[in-house]
């Protein structure tokens, strides 16, 4: 092992400059070739991308969501509307709002800031219990042709055509949103806040009178924290069982006001918040001096059942003047107890201001959340991880939790101008690597030569291609957006009994302190595997929609990159809890659903969770999530899956590897030993586990099962692997016994070390003997599926060597040999990535003549989580133009064909879909880890060949 490991810690993290913030001369408009961008209209008829199978389906108008990391999100797309609504974290609700929008008056003509056809009609709700006559407004044209959006995850920007405001055209408008998603940050991520900033220019030659208005519905009356679903009879809509509140404030001197919209007994403090509908929603505009020249109106009620008054309370009022009246607004003030609210209710404000030509002027809006509590089915209730922050949030110390909104929102106005900047610089690095000249990796496949990053005679520049520095940021969404749960359960006192956090960690926010943001350690965020977890409390994220279960181990196993590399603490977090699994027991049984659909065939009958074996979930949010005994995925029996125990000893390798570990025992770097030996040792025995159970003829594989009742048994569950090995499960299998004994080595543990050498050794010759398809000396040839004998056994399978690339990615030396990995890796390149055709990225299986292996329903299917991991495999192994081909496609599969902000598990070669919004896909980092590599042994060769002693600025 001498001389295997030598992988300098690699972690993310972002240094916040010194320096000023932005000012409206700032240039903080979309990187252009970088960002993604579609035209403010309907999708083009190649993105009308369709399901494959019956699964959840939006559709393809889709956008960038607000919110933080366990705080619920709104996802607002790029027509303009407010469509996806996961403020209830775990479920999915897709509901264009009516009422919640955003519009402009420019010189007397007032436009909705939406191309959605039914924003251009107020109409009333038969049973809402007001008029149901109709009303017009304007509203941007349907084709597109009234602006343009683009999106570099965790910001967007929507740009409006001045014609498509008012005749004429001299008033340019832009808008910027975001959440303070920003690496390291663990409280600002947290924070369930989104902020939208305008940017107005008056081109013109005379005065221009400009008026900005965010409407916002309530959605606190549904149980589905969403806007009411007022198709069905009134009797049907599900509504929230609660009275509703109204009221006007205003904070920080006056440089902030808005509406707050709350659950009436929550904010008064006679409830406190056990339901997901309870707390409050602020609506607020302001920010550091923002005020000064702007007449700021709030319209703290009009009723959005009844079409005469959006129409006379709203539209009018803001079409005519700008604004609204004053005398209702002080009727509703918080101090005086606001106004009650019926099911169907909405609020406003507005800014209006004068441009003298020439004249730039920035305007923010804010609109915040408070509603600390999630709960589920079963199982206890949880408080939210920004809820910790409560105290620094709160402008005076009665405000009880679920009224902090307007606090929150004030917050957020008074820091945009600083999280704004530090998104920035977060990114300038990959936009400016993007926008090189020189770069050319989009040229045609060979045009980029041998001496890719950097000619010979220079240091060497990392480089990366503009659509992979767009799909890196834009894949982090599912950090916010993919059902996540982030915080405590509400075992012990209840959100009264929270912890705060020290007075030092509130008062100096900005910049990465230790593991938790907070000062704490991996021993204190790794916790002592109670409910509770450590000072990160607890983690997960679903993986799908379609999949509803939290941390599902072989999907985090890709999934889980973003987080490796932006929030170590939270993956180190996650990590122990799925090493905890492994000593849990549940012996009910249940019902397999694998074969429920046979006629005449009783459900095979198996045991939740055996001791000893990794968990391939830690629950659901339709049970009892993180705090259940794990495996709620009941297809097959998980627990004889081949792939679940090599996957937790690897990704326990990745994240001592990215903290600059296996240096040896007497090396410092890493995991601390004593964490690290806790959590190796769950995942050692559950190699060892395997091995006893699975190792039938000594050889040291372990064997898949013929066991037909059951299921298939690893993660292509639609897809049975059969015989001593397979490519996917067996070299995972190797790679863990290498990089266990890696692991052991620098804890001292010799035994151990000894043991998964020796298994080791003996399973490479068995693996390589029964799977090598192709010349004895490696030259060309692939890892065959399985060991079956069987003509679909003999297929290529696109994660053949998916073991090797996870001991790539941590800088260990493989257990294959090299010269047939490579092979293999060609293999894939001119066998699955040409089978896949115009669809993007490596189908699943393809038989040696380059068809696709249609048996079964995964082997025909492209996963563009596997694809971007074997595309960053390939660039470490030097084939850079079959790695792009592969990347770029799998980026063109998502975002050219109406998948944005939804990337599924799976698509096939004709481009059906399957379970959109996956986890899978956050494996496009690893392509980042890879270039970053790549990039330090170019510039360690460079300086060492004399040319030149430069400090490496990465």
Not at 152 to 163: A, I, M, Q
Not at 761 to 770: P, S
Not at 781 to 798: I, L, M, P
Request: glycine fraction near 14%; aromatic fraction near 8%; include cysteine.
């Amino acid at each position: 092992m001498r001389g295997a490991w030598r992988l300098p810690a690699l972690l993310v993290l972002l240094v916040v400059g010194a320096g000023g913030y932005p000012t409206p001369d700032d240039n903080l408009g979309p990187p252009l070739g970088v960002a993604w961008t579609h035209a403010m209209g309907g999708p083009a008829a190649g993105e009308r991308t369709r399901p494959r199978v019956p699964c959840v389906d939006d559709g393809p108008v889709a956008g960038a969501p607000i919110g933080g990391m366990g705080a619920g999100t709104m996802g607002r797309t790029y027509r303009g509307d407010f469509a996806r609504w996961h403020m209830r974290v775990g479920g999915h609700t897709h509901r264009p709002a009516a009422h919640t929008l955003f519009a402009a008056r420019v010189d007397g003509t007032a436009t909705v800031l939406s191309a959605l056809p039914s924003h251009a009609v107020m109409e009333g709700v038969p049973g809402g219990g007001g008029s149901d006559r109709t009303h017009s407004r304007r509203v941007l044209p349907p084709d597109g042709t009234g602006g343009t959006y683009h999106a570099l995850y965790p910001r967007s920007w929507y740009e409006y055509d001045p014609s498509a405001l008012a005749p004429g055209g001299r008033v340019r408008l832009s808008q910027t949103q975001f959440s303070p998603v920003i690496p390291g940050e663990y409280r600002d991520a947290s924070m369930p806040v989104g902020v939208f900033r305008f940017l107005a220019s008056n081109e013109g030659d005379v005065p221009a009178d400009v008026a900005l208005a965010f409407s916002f519905e309530n959605v606190l009356a549904t149980t589905d924290v969403a806007p009411v679903d007022v198709g069905p009879p009134r009797g049907a809509w599900r509504l929230a069982p609660h009275e509703l509140t109204h009221s006007t404030f205003e904070r920080s001197g006056g440089r902030v006001a808005g509406v707050h919209m709350h659950t009436d007994d929550v904010v008064y403090g006679t409830r406190s918040p056990s339901e997901p509908w309870h707390g409050g929603i602020a609506v607020a505009v302001g920010g550091n001096g923002e005020l000064g020249g702007l007449n700021v109106t709030t319209l703290p009620l009009y009723d959005a059942g009844d079409a005469d008054s959006i129409e006379s309370k709203f539209w009018r009022p803001f079409e005519r003047a700008g604004g609204f009246g004053r005398d209702e607004s002080a009727a509703a003030n918080e101090h005086d107890g606001g106004l009650p609210a019926g099911p169907l209710s909405a609020c406003a404000v507005s800014a209006a201001f004068t441009l003298a030509p020439g004249e730039r002027r920035n305007v923010t809006f804010a609109a915040a959340w408070d509603l600390p509590a999630s709960s589920f089915p079963r199982g206890v209730r949880w408080a939210k991880r920004y809820t910790r922050y409560h105290g620094s949030f709160i402008h005076r110390r009665d405000v009880p939790r679920g009224a902090a909104a307007p606090d929150i929102a004030t917050e957020a106005l008074l820091r945009a101008d600083e999280w704004e900047g530090d998104i920035a610089r977060w990114q300038r690095g990959f936009v400016q690597s993007a926008a090189a000249k020189d770069a050319n990796l989009d040229d045609p496949a060979g045009g980029r030569g041998r001496n890719y990053p950097g000619r010979v005679r220079d240091r060497p520049t990392l480089r990366r291609p503009a659509w992979l520095v767009g799909a890196m940021f834009n894949e982090l969404y599912y950090l916010v957006d993919g059902g996540t749960l982030w915080g405590r359960p509400l075992t012990v006192a209840g959100l009264e009994g929270d912890v705060e956090e020290s007075e030092a960690s509130a008062a100096a926010p900005g910049g990465w302190r230790g593991e938790d943001g907070e000062g704490g350690d991996a021993q204190d965020v790794a916790g002592n595997g109670g409910e509770w977890g450590g000072t990160l409390g607890r983690f997960g994220l679903l993986e799908s929609f379609d999949a509803p279960v939290y941390n599902a181990l072989d999907v985090h196993f890709y999934g889980s990159w973003p987080l490796a590399m932006l929030w170590p603490g939270l993956d180190l977090a996650v990590l122990a809890d799925l090493a905890a699994g492994v000593d849990s027991e549940d012996d009910e049984e249940r019902a397999l659903s694998w074969n429920a659909r046979d006629a005449g065939r009783a459900p095979e009958m198996r045991k939740r969770k055996v001791r000893g074996s990794a968990p391939r979930d830690l629950g659901a949010p339709f049970d009892a999530p993180l705090t259940s005994s794990p495996n709620a995925f009941d297809l097959t029996d998980v627990n004889r899956w081949k792939d679940l125990a090599p996957k937790l000893m690897l990704t326990l390798a990745r994240a001592h590897a990215l903290r600059g570990g296996f240096r040896g025992p007497n090396d410092p770097g890493g995991i601390p030993r004593d964490v690290l030996r806790r959590m190796f040792r769950p995942c050692y025995e559950s190699l060892a586990a395997q091995l006893r159970r699975f190792d039938g003829n000594g050889d040291g594989l372990i064997e898949h099962d013929d066991d037909d009742e059951a299921g298939p048994d690893h993660s292509f569950v639609a897809w049975r692997a059969r015989g001593d090995t397979s490519a996917y499960a067996g070299g995972l299998w190797l790679a863990a016994l290498r990089a266990g004994a890696g692991l052991a080595r620098d804890l001292n543990e010799t035994h151990a070390r000894d043991s998964l050498e020796q298994t080791m050794r003996a399973a490479a010759v068995a693996h390589d003997a029964a799977l090598w398809l192709g010349d004895d000396d490696g030259g060309r040839g692939y890892y065959r599926f399985d060991a079956s004998g069987t003509e679909g056994g003999d297929v290529s399978s696109a994660a053949q060597v998916m073991g090797e690339w996870a001991l790539a990615v941590i800088g260990a030396r493989g257990v294959l040999p090299a010269r047939k990995v490579r092979a293999a890796l060609a293999s894939v390149a001119r066998l699955n990535v040409a089978a896949a055709g115009g669809a993007g990225g490596a189908v699943n299986g393809a038989a040696a003549s380059g068809s696709v292996d249609a048996v079964s329903a995964h082997s025909n299917e492209v996963w563009p989580g596997v694809s971007y991991a074997v595309a960053s495999h390939m660039l470490l192994a030097g084939m850079d133009d079959e790695a792009w081909e592969l990347a770029r496609g799998v980026a063109a599969g998502t975002y050219e064909r109406g998948l944005a902000f939804r990337t599924p598990e799976a698509w096939d070669a004709r481009g059906g879909f399957r379970s959109a919004m996956s986890q899978r896909a956050g494996s496009v980092w690893a392509i980042e880890h890879a270039l970053t590599l790549r990039h330090r042994r170019e510039v360690a060769a460079w300086e060492k060949a004399g040319r030149g002693r430069v400090k490496d600025e990465l």
